[in-house]
């Protein structure tokens, strides 16, 4: 267990390893419209902790020796992206429209193509683990990270990273049955975590 939150820790850690940069009051005063680039960088795996096993049952079938042959050759990462593939679950779209309801809360900017500044999303680790750092229970709940760059001009005038992490008291845990049964509460519980990473990015820039 201890094994699994130290590689956990690390890797969010690589992740928010940037600075980010600063921009000046005076630049954002100008700013009014924010074009947001609907290229969303993803990484090539999704980050899985704890067994999958409800959802390993749903795409291979029963408990058996033929699932156990599929479930030994194939990643915990490649069950759960075919899993969210055929559920229609697509990270970059969930983190897209939280960041668009998000710059629009704010009151400060409006959404327009082109606009003053371009806002571009790359996510740098996103998934799930246990909810509970003590105990390998079958609670799980959503971890992401995520760096918004504002660019004009070609060059970047504001950047930030912002995470959430699987032991979060912001986001709720959702037992592994029924993520596996009720597709849309994986959806959910990644929405959770794309509004709180996108509220804090924001705060963030208006804290300027």
């Known amino acids: 267990m201890f094994n699994k939150l130290i590689v956990l820790s690390i890797i969010i850690l ?44 749903i795409l291979y079938g029963g408990i058996g020796a033929g699932m156990s042959s599929i479930m030994a050759s194939t990643s915990a990462s490649e069950q759960v992206q075919k899993f969210m593939e055929i559920n229609n679950i697509k990270i970059n779209e969930i983190v897209l429209n939280e960041y668009k309801k998000e710059l629009l809360k704010t009151g400060r900017f409006k959404l327009s193509s082109p606009g003053d500044a371009t806002l571009k999303i790359v996510i740098n680790t996103y998934g799930f683990g246990n909810s509970d750092a003590l105990s390998d229970n079958n609670k799980r709940k959503p971890l992401l990270n995520v760096k918004a760059s504002l660019i004009q001009n070609n060059r970047i005038i504001w950047e930030k990273q912002e995470y959430v992490t699987n032991f979060s008291d912001l986001t709720t845990p959702y037992d592994m049955n029924d993520l596996a049964q009720k597709p849309d509460l994986l959806k959910k519980s990644f929405s959770q975590a794309a509004n709180i990473v996108a509220s804090q990015a924001f705060s963030q820039l208006l804290a300027n």
């Open 14 to 57: 690589i992740n928010t390893g940037c600075a980010g940069v600063q921009i000046s009051k005076d630049t954002l005063s100008k700013i009014k419209t924010i074009n947001i680039d609907s290229n969303i960088s993803t990484p090539d795996d999704i980050f899985v902790q704890g067994k999958i096993d409800p959802i390993s049952s």
